[in-house]
């Protein structure tokens, strides 16, 4: 049986573009954190001071239309009237040096690049929440260019192209479309006064000082940023690196739904405050949506989500000299049915990850 999507509010009005005047301008990396959708989600929906929080993330969080063309409209897979699941595309993109460099990265301006791109997959039946990893340097065809890097989708025509990448690749229509900036990112791990993962090798993170110890660490600011941006101090690199950052991830949703959070409402309403103008959501996605979503997922723990990285065929080189990442073709038709006929949970149990 289906699960209608939850109703959705009009949003506050607001700009489509995304540097406002009143932002700084500022040198913005950005990375992805967490299941977005979750996160945030389950804060808006703790039940807790529900309407100051729904105003504040609505007035200071950002929203676009994707713009696709019919023609792209057109190429887009077509979702089962009946499935009632969900796929979510989190996105972490390196910024130029002005307030218009979100709003390039989504509309297809040159020269952006994804830092990190995961695929969250919510069952129909809301009783898991499966974030798959993908690697930046796997060899893919993107629509209209060729075949390129994954990452060099974000460059070559923005977010929207990354999604028709992906949906080409997996065959599967993607529902909606999250991303945090570098700052949010910082202001999320402080606003829960550090975020405590257990470290499995110890590094030095490259060109800093920032050592981190093996053992349970607590991340804040800059260091949690490279804690989970560093991948040149790993020998295998990106595979590390996406590790960390779902590691990461699964500790500050848990710290943010722990009963610590959610019933201290000034550190809640200080969490949506200060992250929400670093958060960029598809037009569709508002926060009654989430809301609702967030209620619907109320019995998930988040020490227990499903997170992998989409497996791939090894290393190569290119023609044209870039180091590359081969897609593993198999994987991918398992993960694209699995997608399709919400069988996520099957997929990992035939296929356990090797991380």
């Not at 808006?44 to 007035?59: K, M, R, V, W």
């Not at 996105?91 to 969250?120: E, F, N, T, W, Y």
């Not at 996406?242 to 309403?269: C, E, G, H, M």
């Not at 508002?286 to 065929?313: C, I, S, Y």
Request: proline residues 5%.
């Amino acid at each position: 049986m289906k699960l209608e999507e939850p109703a959705r509010e009009t949003f506050a009005s607001r700009s489509a573009q995304f540097g406002t005047a009143r932002r700084k301008k500022r040198r913005v990396r950005a990375i992805v954190l967490s299941v977005l959708a979750v996160v945030l989600v389950a804060l808006l929906a703790a039940g807790y001071y529900l309407f100051n929080l729904q105003h504040a993330f609505n007035s200071k969080s950002n929203t676009v239309d994707l713009n696709f063309t019919q023609e792209q409209e057109n190429a887009r897979p077509v979702k089962d009237p009946d499935d009632g699941s969900m796929n979510i595309l989190l996105v972490g993109v390196d910024h130029a040096d002005d307030d218009s460099a979100q709003s390039a990265a989504l509309d297809g301006a040159v020269s952006q690049r994804s830092d990190s791109m995961m695929l969250v997959h919510i069952p129909e039946d809301r009783s898991q929440i499966y974030v798959m990893s993908t690697v930046r340097d796997m060899y893919v065809d993107i629509p209209g260019h060729g075949k390129n890097k994954l990452n060099a989708a974000v460059s070559l025509g923005g977010v929207p192209l990354l999604m028709q990448t992906l949906e080409g690749m997996l065959d599967t229509k993607i529902d909606h479309v999250a991303m945090i900036d570098f700052d949010g990112f910082k202001e999320l791990s402080t606003a829960l006064g550090g975020v405590t993962v257990k470290n499995d090798i110890p590094f030095t993170a490259h060109d800093t000082d920032y050592f981190y110890p093996k053992g349970e660490i607590t991340l804040e600011g800059d260091r949690a940023l490279r804690f989970v941006r560093e991948r040149k101090s790993f020998t295998n690199g990106d595979y590390q690196r996406v590790a960390n950052q779902r590691k990461f991830i699964a500790a500050t949703a848990s710290q943010l739904l722990s009963k610590d959070t959610l019933t201290n409402p000034v550190k809640l309403y200080d969490i949506v405050d200060k992250v929400s103008p670093y958060l960029t959501f598809d037009s569709n996605f508002d926060a009654a949506t989430m809301v609702g979503l967030g209620m619907q997922l109320k019995n998930v723990d988040p020490e227990h989500m499903e997170m992998f990285t989409m497996p791939t065929a090894g290393s190569s080189t290119s023609p044209d000299g870039q180091s590359i990442e081969l897609p593993n073709e198999a994987a991918i038709a398992q993960i694209s049915e699995a997608l399709k006929t919400d069988t996520m949970a099957q997929y990992l149990k035939d296929n356990p990850p090797q991380e």
